[in-house]
């Protein structure tokens, strides 16, 4: 049988631009409730407005998910105002580009915290939520830098790398549980990451055929897939290209 999504209380992060907001949209017109999470509230209130101008509902908890209050802070809030968890979808985080010797030890502990710390910290606060509640699933937004290193990307690309071992380690601890684990892996996706925005990767797409992008949309209908394909199937890894 192929779950419903109405009503699911889905944390998304990073949902204030780009992947997370287009996940949060694809969720709320499926009739699920996105918990928008990211550091700034004022994005956050967009997606918010544009989910709300389809009749769609959605929560705004704004945090900074390198903190471990604030996580915990957003887990209780969420389970205070709607009593579960149905599903998480990690989409934040941050690049850091250059090459391996010019990295300021800050940012590359920033680049750690928010890409795959946040993840463990939010799995290991909702989990026993999901536990309770007969099942739930975990999706992570990792990239293509998870299965291939590139110059110039070493602390994302192992951020990214470390998602796909984290991720598995859980599926194993939580499949008992009725809890679905994901990794959904994007090649370039027009958004404003990686220090060129979306209309300047679009421009040199346009110049150059060979260069292709994924819309966030696509991330966003991967992310739904995930979360209704039937309770029979799992799928634990989804490489995502531009074609
Ligand atoms: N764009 C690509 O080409 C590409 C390719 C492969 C994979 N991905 C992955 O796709 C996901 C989404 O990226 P995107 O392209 O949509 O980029 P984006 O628009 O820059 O989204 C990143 C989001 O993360 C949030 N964020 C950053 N640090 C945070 C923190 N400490 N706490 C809470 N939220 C935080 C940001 O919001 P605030 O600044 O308000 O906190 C922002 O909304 C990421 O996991 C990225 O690695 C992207």
Redesign the pocket.
């Known amino acids: 049988m192929q779950p419903d999504l109405a009503h699911r209380i889905v944390i998304v992060?990073?949902?204030?631009?780009?992947?997370?907001?287009a996940t949060a949209v694809a969720l709320a017109a499926r009739g699920a409730i996105p918990v928008l999470?990211?550091?700034?509230l004022d994005?956050l209130e967009q997606t918010a407005a544009a989910i709300r101008a389809f009749g769609g509902e959605a929560r705004v908890m704004p945090?900074?998910?390198?903190d471990e209050a604030a996580v915990a802070h957003l887990i209780g809030a969420t389970i205070s105002t709607d009593r579960t968890i149905d599903a998480i979808v990690?989409?934040?985080?941050?690049?850091l580009y250059g090459p391996v010797e010019s990295y300021d030890l800050a940012r590359w502990r920033e680049t750690f915290?928010?890409?795959l710390t946040?993840l463990f910290l939010l799995s290991r606060a909702a989990i026993p939520v999901m536990r309770e509640r007969g099942g739930g699933s975990v999706i992570a937004?990792?990239?293509?830098?998870g299965k291939q290193g590139y110059a110039n990307l070493a602390a994302?690309a192992a951020s990214?790398h470390a998602i796909i071992g984290f991720m598995q380690s859980l599926a194993e601890e939580v499949r008992a549980d009725n809890i679905r684990t994901s990794v959904v892996n994007?090649?370039?996706?027009l958004?404003?990451?990686?220090g060129r925005s979306a209309a300047e990767k679009a421009a040199a797409a346009a110049a150059d055929p060979g260069k292709r992008?994924l819309r966030?949309e696509d991330?966003a209908d991967a992310v739904v897939w995930l979360l209704t394909q039937p309770s029979h199937a799992w799928t634990q890894e989804m490489n995502l290209w531009p074609w």
Not at 141 to 145: C, E, K, L, R, T
């Open positions: 992060t990073g949902a204030g631009s780009g992947v997370g907001r999470v990211g550091r700034r994005p945090a900074d998910l390198r990690h989409a934040a985080a941050v690049g915290d928010t890409n946040a937004i990792g990239s293509g830098a994302y990214k994007p090649g370039s996706i958004t404003d990451f990686g992008y966030p991330v």
